[in-house]
């Protein structure tokens, strides 16, 4: 998982860092449903990407929320 990640989900959702492992799931994080908005809303923001909020939720992995991201930044 990458650090831009990581420090969007410890230091602006709030989410607990010791849940913040790259095979945690998206509940195992601490994802809620107000936490997959803000993340879709704060990629738009900072990184100028588009992520719904299915696609989000379809990640199995923290790992795989991180690819997802990655792939997006790539195709802009």
Same mark, same amino acid.
């Given at each position: 998982?990458?650090?831009?990640?990581?420090?969007?989900?410890?230091?602006?959702?709030?989410?607990?860092?010791?849940?913040?492992?790259?095979?945690?799931?998206?509940?195992? $994080?601490?994802?809620? =449903?107000? %936490?997959?908005?803000?993340?879709?809303? #704060? &990629?738009?923001? @900072?990184?100028?990407?588009?992520?719904?909020? $299915?696609?989000?939720? =379809?990640? %199995?992995?923290?790992?795989?929320?991180? #690819? &997802?991201?990655? @792939?997006?930044?790539?195709?802009?």
């Amino acid at each position: 998982m990458t650090g831009d990640l990581e420090t969007i989900l410890r230091d602006d959702l709030k989410l607990p860092a010791d849940g913040l492992t790259p095979d945690a799931s998206l509940d195992g $994080a601490g994802f809620d =449903s107000l %936490a997959i908005v803000e993340l879709s809303v #704060l &990629l738009g923001d @900072r990184f100028g990407i588009d992520i719904s909020d $299915a696609e989000i939720k =379809s990640a %199995a992995t923290l790992d795989q929320l991180d #690819l &997802l991201i990655q @792939r997006k930044r790539d195709e802009r």
